[in-house]
């Protein structure tokens, strides 16, 4: 167990509205990511922070934002929500930029 | 950019056979890290199997073992003695000198 957790688990929300997704550990590691999952996709790359309020976009960042104000803390803001951020959402750590990554429990979100 | 493919969406075997998945990569690097990762209904990713590629020795945990084809970038993945815990959906990652990429994964079954 990596010490990740994630929160809300799940959460449905309507489209337009904000939602904040926060991971947090208790590892003390340098690097974090968002990822969300998607069928026939794979795990695809939103966000990452290598430091506090070091942070840069992945693939897919559009209507993504991300905030690291403490190391233990990357949250994941999506401004106006739409039905395609319907999603799961994973974050994950490492200790270093390369190497494996442990990853969250994940959370559902469901945009209607 | 790198991509990764698994070109069986799909696999099923009974319990206690040999299982081999799967995965090409394709890169212009020469350093980078091949993963497998595990994902149970649980949804929680868990990692198998890592892979430097400047090692020659194919890695090996356990009843999973990988065969690292550098030249032909080729990454499979086998577990023997499979279990019913084994059924899971099985990703395959890259990581080189940009973030982790992964595959659209291969979902396992193992029947009784």
């Known amino acids: 167990d990596a010490g990740i957790t994630q929160s809300p688990r799940h959460k449905v929300t309507e489209t337009g509205t904000p939602v904040t997704l926060r991971c947090h550990q208790t590892e003390n590691h340098r690097y974090m990511y968002w990822y969300r999952q998607d069928p026939g996709h794979g795990l695809r790359l939103i966000h990452y922070s290598y430091g506090v309020k070091d942070t840069d976009k992945g693939e897919v960042s559009d209507g993504y934002s991300v905030s690291r104000s403490k190391t233990e803390d990357f949250l994941l803001t999506l401004e106006s929500a739409t039905s395609s951020q319907t999603s799961v959402y994973f974050c994950?750590?490492?200790?270093?930029?390369?190497?494996?990554?442990?990853f969250g429990p994940g959370t559902r979100l469901t945009v209607l | 950019a790198q991509t990764v493919t698994q070109s069986q969406p799909e696999m099923s075997v009974q319990e206690a056979e040999t299982v081999t998945l799967s995965c090409t990569y394709d890169t212009s690097e020469s350093n980078y890290y091949l993963f497998w990762y595990k994902q149970p209904p649980s949804r929680q990713m868990i990692l198998v199997i890592r892979?430097?590629?400047?090692?020659?020795q194919n890695a090996t945990e356990n009843r999973f073992s990988v065969n690292f084809q550098k030249a032909a970038k080729s990454f499979s993945l086998k577990i023997s003695d499979s279990q019913l815990g084994d059924t899971a959906m099985y990703f395959c990652a890259f990581q080189g000198a940009q973030k982790l990429v992964f595959g659209q994964g291969t979902r396992l079954t193992i029947n009784p």
């Open positions: 892979q430097e590629a400047y090692k020659q």
């Open positions: 994950a750590i490492s200790v270093q930029r390369e190497g494996e990554e442990f």
